[in-house]
């Protein structure tokens, strides 16, 4: 399978632990994205990345939260001194980021997220 | 402040007929535009886009209008079939391709 692949899946961890999330991207995708999405919420954008640059980082993130794509590969998301508040499913995405006027080939290819449960 | 805004949380349609999801935007540098389908448990999958140098793209059953005057589209899905059932997002970008997700409605399908 070579679509976009998450670990782990789940994670539960109690009040105050730090958290890393993994993601791998489609192969040749320079293009790299983190969401959070919540119940009844759609996904809400948190950074992004072309090849290893973090091209901005959401007002709305602490600094509690950093994403890095070192090599212009995978992608981790640490949590630091995580808050009940940050329960909710992490989603990363990528893709081509071949930018032309009718950007025919700007899709964004999702993975299954990881749920994160803050106790 | 919600750049994409989807109004109706949920939506149901009679199998075979036609489902209409609505959704606006107030960034006016928004210039491509995508719709996405969630099932439980899983992350978004990509239906249809368009760009803003169109106002209409199709895709078998799913047509996607835009409406770049009234800062709205619309996904029609002909004819509706039970797997339709899910969770629609419409999301939109701009030069920087940072792409920005609406609510969501969701869509049941009734036999």
């Known amino acids: 399978d070579t679509g976009v692949s998450q670990d782990p899946r789940h994670k539960i961890t109690k009040r105050g632990q730090n958290v890393t999330f993994r993601c791998d991207p489609i192969?040749?995708?320079?293009?790299l994205y983190w969401y959070r999405q919540t119940l009844g919420q759609g996904p809400e954008f948190l950074t992004y990345?072309?090849?290893?640059?973090?091209?901005?980082k959401s007002r709305l993130l602490s600094d509690r939260f950093s994403a890095e794509r070192p090599k212009g590969s995978f992608s981790t998301l640490e949590i630091q001194r995580t808050e009940q508040g940050d329960s909710a499913m992490y989603l990363c995405?990528?893709?081509?980021?071949?930018?032309?006027?009718?950007?025919?080939?700007?899709?964004?290819?999702f993975g299954s997220g990881t749920q994160l449960s803050v106790l | 402040d919600q750049q994409v805004k989807q109004n109706s949380p949920s939506l149901s349609v009679q199998e075979g007929r036609i489902s209409i999801l609505n959704c606006d935007y107030t960034?006016?540098?928004?210039?491509?535009f995508l719709w996405y389908k969630k099932y439980p448990a899983e992350g978004p999958t990509f239906l249809i886009s368009?760009?803003?140098?169109?106002d209409k793209n199709e895709d078998g059953r799913f047509t996607v209008f835009l409406n770049k005057s009234a800062k709205h589209l619309s996904l029609h899905i002909v004819p509706s079939q039970p797997g339709d059932s899910a969770v629609y997002f419409c999301?939109?970008?701009?030069?920087?391709?940072?792409?920005?997700f609406g609510k969501g409605t969701r869509l049941h399908i009734l036999p």
């Open positions: 368009i760009s803003s140098i169109k």
């Open positions: 192969s040749e995708h320079n293009r």
């Open positions: 990345f072309q090849n290893e640059a973090q091209l901005e």
């Open positions: 995405a990528s893709s081509l980021g071949i930018y032309d006027r009718a950007k025919t080939n700007e899709k964004l290819f």
């Open positions: 999301a939109a970008s701009g030069e920087d391709d940072k792409i920005i």
């Open positions: 960034n006016s540098m928004f210039d491509y």
